[in-house]
């Protein structure tokens, strides 16, 4: 999933206020935060287990501690470390991943069928999106701008699943 995690961070936030946006934005992509690392240090070995189950578990287990010592709310906590397992729960509905390392791949690739997954991507935007809106902190001025940050997600999922053909 590609915008849909950004949309499960902004919903998250209605229950998860006292939480910098930045940390559950992180916490909602950490596995592919992951990827990347292990793209860039190779010899960590933790490419083949950021999406895996095990992964999943232990990386949401490592970011609910973190989360604990930092914000001190076993809430808090809790909900960091359902953000890291809901990226790769709904990564399953759009790629094929590997239940365990070197272990049987399964998934609904969504991404193959592009216009599929536009739609499951956009509908979480709608609902992530309305959920932030109902955020009782939110002033005036921000409530203006969901529309446009709204708009704008969708507009990067079109790009990711049919522009410029790369994937
Ligand atoms: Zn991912």
Known sequence: MYMGHYAIALGARRWLRPLPMAWLLFASIEP????????LIPALSIGPDTHTV?????????????????????????????LVLSHVAVD????RLPLWRHG???GLHLYAVPWADFVLEALAIAIGVSIYATSPDLRR????????????MLCMQAVW?????SH
């Open 161 to 165: 699943n049919f522009g410029f053909g």
């Open 92 to 95: 399953y509905l759009t790629s």
């Open 141 to 152: 001025p921000a409530r203006a701008g969901l529309l446009g940050m709204a708009l704008l």
């Open 54 to 82: 095990a992964g999943a578990i232990g990386a949401a287990i490592v970011v609910a501690l973190l989360a604990a010592v930092l914000f001190r709310q076993a809430a808090l906590a809790v909900g960091s470390g359902l």
């Open 104 to 106: 049987p791949v399964v």
């Open 32 to 39: 592919d935060l992951h990827d990347v690392l292990g793209d």
